[in-house]
């Protein structure tokens, strides 16, 4: 299956709770980290909840 990366670029410090969260199943800790998950439409649901502080890399 395909994968997409993404790319933490802004601090989770000072968001919701259910954000946090959602940065956490996606496997990123810290700014700067790129993960690469499976390009699914929960995993598509969860980059676009936290769109202002995470970035799609080719």
């Not at 969260?21 to 909840?49: C, F, H, N, W, Y």
């Amino acid at each position: 299956m395909a994968t997409i990366k993404v790319k933490q670029i802004k601090s989770k410090i000072g968001y919701p709770k259910d954000q946090k969260a959602t940065l956490q199943a996606l496997g990123l800790r810290k700014i700067s980290q790129v993960v690469e998950v499976e390009d699914t439409p929960s995993a598509r649901g969860m980059i676009r909840k936290v769109h202002h502080l995470v970035t799609v890399v080719d």
